[in-house]
């Protein structure tokens, strides 16, 4: 059992450091994408994504420290001192408390935006994450000094994921359901619209965060001790759930105007060059400028005598000249 507790840790710990790699990618592309723009909501994401990183390149650094210690220096009891409270524990967990209310936040702000800044819509999800941000600091103040497996902090530990996990699921159903009904509004009228491959990419952050969530309060209510090694693993998800959201949106988007300038269709237009005479007659004169314009069709046509047609108007020019009645 003790070997394999420190498989587990190290398999983990390794899981993690790959996470964390793609994170770096995620990031810097993400940061591409966003700096630079004027907009508040992307500086905003911008700004939350950057501590995101931040506090999960730190806690990755406190791992690696954390395996150092214990495979170099605790080499022959390696199991207990995994089992132990080490004074790295503390700095971990509240770095995944404030990790996980951050991701909840961008879930629940993204939310808020969705729905035409309505936060009567969102006061669900804001409960939820203040119990969350409430459960998880009582669980962080007394980490240091009790096993977190026992009495009424394993209690509120348990909470805490099981907040974790309501939250995300609340604020992904809230969103895909936005999503899904802008979708039906305009599929007949936008052939490429991009609202179901932003439904997608949030469905799968949403559920990504969630079941690892739900997998750490399985962890936690059997007492496995590996549960505190997938506290590093989870954050990093926590870390790249909005990044994928913000590249895969990017990504889906630039695809989508590609397509639809493939799929566009140039507007042909012949244009057929034809020869107009302008005759200047006095404003004052409607009547006479259309007799003019008519003798002068007339005499182009290469008649020399005059017509009934031309007759006729030139009579009633001649009748609306001097104010008689032409009949």
């Known amino acids: 059992m003790a070997h394999i507790l420190s498989r587990f840790y190290f398999l983990l710990s390794a899981l993690s450091g790959l996470l964390m790699g793609m994170n770096c990618v995620l990031y810097l592309f993400c940061a591409y994408v966003l700096w630079g723009q004027k907009c508040p909501a992307r500086r905003f994401v911008l700004v939350a994504s950057t501590v995101q990183f931040s506090l999960s390149s730190a806690q990755a650094v406190l791992y690696v420290t954390y395996l150092i210690s214990a495979f170099g220096d605790h080499a022959q009891d390696t199991e207990s001192y995994f089992q132990q409270i080490s004074e790295l524990s503390l700095p971990c967990y509240i ?27 969102c006061i669900p999800s804001i409960i939820l994450l203040a119990l969350q941000i409430g459960f998880g600091s009582v669980t962080a103040k007394g980490f240091a000094t ?10 509120f530990n348990l909470v805490t994921w099981a907040l974790i996990a309501a939250v995300n699921a609340t604020a992904t159903v809230l969103m895909c359901m936005r999503l899904w009904v802008a979708h039906k509004r305009t599929h ?8 179901k491959s932003t439904m997608i990419v949030v469905v799968e952050c949403g559920v990504l965060v969630t079941v690892f969530a739900v997998a750490m309060l399985i962890l936690y209510a059997v007492a496995n001790p590996g549960a505190l090694a997938g506290l590093g693993f989870t954050t990093q998800v926590a870390t790249m759930a909005p990044l994928l959201i913000v590249a895969r949106h990017e990504i889906v988007s630039r695809r989508n105007d590609r397509d639809l300038l493939a799929s566009q269709v140039p507007l042909r237009v012949n244009i057929e060059r034809t020869e107009h005479t302008r005759v200047d007659v006095p404003a004052s004169s409607p009547t006479l400028s259309t007799s003019k314009s008519i003798k002068r069709r007339l005499s182009l046509s290469g008649s020399s005598s005059p017509t009934v047609v031309e007759r006729v108007f030139s009579k009633w020019s001649g009748s609306t000249q001097t104010g008689t009645n032409p009949v």
């Open 146 to 155: 009790e096993v977190v497996f026992t009495g009424s902090l394993h209690a």
């Open 188 to 195: 007949i009228i936008l052939q490429h619209s991009s609202y």
């Open 95 to 121: 770095i995944y408390v404030i990790n996980f209310a951050i991701e909840g936040l961008l879930l629940i702000w993204r939310t808020y935006i969705l729905y035409n800044h309505n936060l009567l819509i």
